[in-house]
């Protein structure tokens, strides 16, 4: 008998290991859907996981088919952070200075994707699962899911989940999350701004699309050159960033989506974009 449940246990871990790491899907709109695809894991950051997103946001930058992309997860978690076996196994300065760096890598592709990118949280996410959902453009969470960046409960300041973290979250909530490691539900998380929207579980999906059908309207080329501004100048200072965004205006204004919509208003007409 013995025998006979180890057979079954090998056979689940082939077969979930000839699974895609990332899922790929993309409708007519352009919505791509990137699911993480490793549940019995919890969706872990591992360094097969991190290079399969990688892989994924290179091909979404090269292709203008893409409107929006829609992060989520399958099973419970939305995802529980870095792989902490993987890293344990490797303990060197030198590996982990390359681990956070390829994660770094993947959380500025993020940034860097000429479209937005909505987290669908359906579960935890904690640590760096906590950070990726910091780090997209927006997110829309299931009132089941929780946060959490929980790396103090095991001795390890979770120093890169706060960068985006405190992009997010006013200061003395993000220093609180960050040395008590205690978890937020998701009506918090709304509340101090690292979710956009909260859903019953069995409306999360509408609740995204009602997202997805107000961004896919817009022009592509306008929302492109926003987005980039909108990181660009929130690192610098108050002139700077009124110069940079007021040269973005500019040649915003000569754009042909922007020419069109502003005589549609004119006009008193829907534009024809």
Known sequence: MATEERTVTEERTMAAAAEPMVRRAQD??????????????????????LAALQEELDAIAADESVRVVVL????????????????????????????????????????RLPVPVIARVQGIATAAGCQLVAQCDLAV?????????????????????????LRNVPRKPAFEMLVTGDFIDAAQARSLGLVNRVAEPARLDAEIETLLASIVAKPRAVIAMGK??????????????????????????????????????????????
Request: charged share 20%.
């Open 228 to 273: 980039e501004l909108f990181y660009r100048q929130v690192e610098l200072g108050l002139q700077a960033a009124y110069a940079a965004a007021g040269e973005t205006m500019a040649c915003n204004m000569l754009e042909e989506a922007a020419l069109e919509g502003v005589q549609a208003f004119i006009d008193k007409r829907k534009p024809r974009w």
């Open 72 to 111: 989520a997860a399958e099973g419970k978690a939305f995802c529980a952070g870095h792989d902490l076996k993987e890293m344990r196994a490797k303990p060197s300065l030198g590996y982990y200075r390359e681990l956070f760096a390829q994660c770094t890598r993947m959380m500025l592709g993020l940034v």
């Open 141 to 165: 969470a299931s009132s089941a899911a929780r946060f959490a960046v929980s790396g103090i409960n095991l001795g390890l300041f979770c120093s890169t989940p706060s960068v985006p973290l």
């Open 28 to 49: 007519a709109r352009g919505v791509r859907t990137l699911t993480l695809n490793r549940p019995q894991s919890f969706n872990a950051l591992s360094e097969a996981m």
